[in-house]
Antibody
Framework: EVQLVESGGGLVQPGGSLRLSCTAF????????MTWVRQVPGKGLDWVAN????????YYVDSVKGRFTISRDNAKNSVYLQMNNLRVEDTAVYYC????????WGQGTMVTVSS | QSVLTQPPSASGTPGQRVTISCSGS????????VNWYQQLPGTAPKLLMY???LRPSGVPDRFSGSKSGTSASLAISGLQSEDEADYYC???????????FGGGTKLTVL
């Protein structure tokens, strides 16, 4: 079965760090762009970052530039989101998705930034 | 507010045809493909339409997409109760160098 599984979410204080992981099962993620999208519960979808197949191209939404880093390890079929200097407004469910059109999504992992 | 503009809500009765609009600009919809996502309550989003009007495998042909200029739309014909969900449009924005989403449209089947 083709699926993406995210992990690494949790509760962190403002200014803290978290590293999210997303592992692909049932397909080789190295063939695809990989994307992180977040959603505040009850609100809409917000695109965060994406990375191309070999990691040479990375794009970020302005609000996370300089704080978040997307990376991938194709040998582990995984993509990561290193989140530093977290803010309360980063609180959301974080989804990873694969493909040019984000055609496969994970179930999401909750990140809560609060003191 | 979102770069792409969608109506916050839409509704219809079973069997009806409903259309959801998505308005953007020359830097996004005007020059790039539009994708649509369906998010059922309590679940992750699912790709519903890509490259303006192409359906992934398994998506019923009741769903159709179109694009004209800087606007796009999603049409659902033969509305069913299981279509009740949030729908989002998305496109690459060449000025921002990132993907942008619409604010989402909550579809209610009356």
């Amino acid at each position: 079965e083709v699926q993406l599984v995210e992990s690494g979410g949790g509760l962190v204080q403002p200014g803290g760090s978290l590293r999210l992981s997303c592992t692909a099962f049932g397909f080789t993620s190295s063939s695809y762009w990989m994307t992180w999208v977040r959603q505040v519960p009850g609100k809409g979808l917000d695109w965060v970052a994406n990375i191309n197949q070999d990691g040479t191209e990375r794009y970020y939404v302005d609000s996370v530039k300089g704080r978040f880093t997307i990376s991938r390890d194709n040998a582990k079929n995984s993509v990561y989101l290193q989140m530093n200097n977290l803010r309360v407004e980063d609180t959301a469910v974080y989804y990873c998705a694969s493909g040019d059109a984000s055609d496969t999504w994970g179930q999401g992992t909750m990140v809560t930034v609060s003191s | 507010q979102s770069v792409l503009t969608q109506p916050p809500s839409a509704s219809g009765t079973p069997g009806q045809r409903v259309t959801i609009s998505c308005s953007g600009s020359s830097s996004n919809i005007g020059s790039h493909h539009v994708n649509w996502y369906q998010q059922l309550p309590g679940t992750a989003p699912k790709l519903l339409m890509y490259s303006n009007n192409l359906r992934p495998s398994g998506v019923p042909d009741r769903f159709s997409g179109s694009k004209s200029g800087t606007s796009a739309s999603l049409a659902i014909s033969g509305l069913q109760s299981e279509d009740e969900a949030d729908y989002y449009c998305a496109a690459w924005d060449g000025s921002l160098n990132n993907w942008v989403f619409g604010g989402g449209t909550k579809l209610t089947v009356l």
